[in-house]
C-alpha cells in the first residue's frame, strides 16, 4: 500500500517569510495529492490539490509542485502570516479510500 | 452550505466502557468516511460508506469497533468495549464521489482513562 513521509515535522517562520514543507509517496499509481491544514480542535480543511498530470498549481500566496518520477511533492506558502501557524498534512491517494496522510507538519509563524 | 457534523465534540469513559459517536455528512454526499487521529499522527481510515453499505472496512479493528449507516445518511461508529490505546480524535468526513476532496468534520475528541 501507499506510504506517505512528510518533513518536516515543525517548522517555525517569520512573518512574511517563506515555508516551504515536503513530501514523498511510495506508490506511482497515485494520482491525488492534497494538502490540508488542521488548526486546533478542527477537522483537516482542504488548502490545495495536485492530480498526476500537472506540475504545479497556485493560489495566491499557496503553490504545490509535484515531481511524479521522483514521488514527492512539496507544498510552498509565501509571506507567512500568523494566522498560517496550524498543523500541515500532505496525503496521496487513488481514491479517497486508499488515502494515506503524512504524520503532519506543526508551521508556526512569528510575528 | 452546512458543513460534516459531529457529535459529540468530547467524550471521557473509562476502559471496558462503551461509547459511540454520530456524523450527519454534506447533504447529498453519497460516501461517508470514519477516520482515527492519535494525537501526533495523519488520520487513518476506519471505514468508508457509499451510500449506506460498507465499501471498504479492512482497517476497522471488527472485535470491537462498529459502523452503521442505515439510511444512507448519517452514521455511527461505536466502541465496545474500549481500550486505553483508543484515545484519538474521530474523524468523519464525506464527499460526493469516492475521488478528489474529503470534506472534515471537526470530530470527537475521545478520552479512554
Known amino acids: 500500500g501507499e506510504n506517505v513521509e512528510q518533513h518536516p515535522s515543525t517548522l517555525s517562520v517569520q512573518e512574511g517569510d517563506s515555508a516551504v514543507i515536503k513530501c514523498t509517496y511510495s506508490d506511482s499509481a497515485s494520482n491525488y495529492f492534497p494538502w490540508y491544514k488542521q488548526e486546533l480542535g478542527k477537522g483537516p480543511q482542504l488548502i490545495i490539490d495536485?492530480?498526476?498530470?500537472?506540475g504545479e498549481k497556485k493560489d495566491q500566496r499557496i503553490a504545490v509542485t509535484l515531481n511524479k518520477t521522483a514521488k514527492h511533492f512539496s507544498l510552498h506558502i509565501t509571506e507567512t502570516q500568523p494566522e498560517d501557524s496550524a498543523v500541515y498534512f500532505c496525503?496521496?491517494?487513488?481514491?479517497?479510500?486508499?488515502?494515506?496522510f503524512g504524520a503532519g507538519t506543526r508551521l508556526t509563524v512569528k510575528p | 452550505e452546512a458543513g460534516v457534523a459531529q457529535s459529540p465534540r468530547y467524550k471521557i469513559i473509562e476502559k471496558r466502557q462503551s461509547v459511540a459517536f454520530w456524523c450527519n455528512p454534506i447533504s447529498g454526499h453519497a460516501t461517508l468516511y470514519w477516520y482515527q487521529q492519535i494525537l501526533g499522527q495523519g488520520p487513518k481510515l476506519l471505514i468508508q460508506f457509499q451510500n449506506n453499505g460498507v465499501v471498504d472496512d479492512s482497517q476497522l479493528p471488527k472485535d470491537r469497533f462498529s459502523a452503521e449507516r442505515l439510511k444512507g445518511v448519517d452514521s455511527t461508529l461505536k466502541i465496545q468495549p474500549a481500550k486505553l490505546e483508543d484515545s484519538a480524535v474521530y474523524l468523519c468526513a464525506s464527499s460526493p464521489r469516492d475521488v478528489g476532496e474529503a470534506f472534515f468534520g471537526q470530530g470527537t475528541r475521545l478520552t479512554v482513562v
Open positions: 495536485i492530480r498526476s498530470n500537472v
Open positions: 496525503a496521496a491517494s487513488i481514491r479517497i479510500n486508499d488515502m494515506r
